[in-house]
């Protein structure tokens, strides 16, 4: 299973991305997928996380608001909107698929870039 993640890049403060990610193959029952982001020097975090199957979702408080995370349950894809970004929210993303346990899969992370 492989996830390819796309949509990142530079943007002013106060702008716009929008990330996606797919699924390449579905032998696997996706019970949540999430969006992470790692600072250099810093952990991974979750920013924003996405139930499968009802579509509940859940957000860091940075970015409540802002973002929002979607799902395309026909295309196995996952996208997060990122909206009022800010110098704070450089990073690099990475989607991942995960279990009630835990997160199995992940992307390849994309470098997002917000310039002040």
């Known amino acids: 299973v492989q996830l390819q993640a796309s949509g990142g890049g530079l943007v002013q403060a106060g702008g716009s991305l929008r990330l996606s990610c797919a699924a390449s193959r579905r032998t696997f029952s996706i019970y949540r997928m999430a969006w992470f982001r790692q600072d250099p020097g810093k952990e991974r975090g979750a920013v924003a996380i996405i139930m499968w199957e009802s579509g509940r979702t859940q957000y860091a408080d940075s970015v409540k608001g802002r973002f929002t995370i979607s799902r395309d349950i026909a295309e196995n894809t996952v996208a997060l909107q990122m909206n009022s970004l800010a110098p704070e929210d450089t990073a690099v993303y990475y989607c991942?698929?995960?279990?009630?346990?835990?997160?199995?899969?992940w992307g390849q992370g994309t470098q997002v870039t917000v310039s002040s």
């Open positions: 991942a698929v995960g279990s009630s346990i835990g997160w199995h899969y």
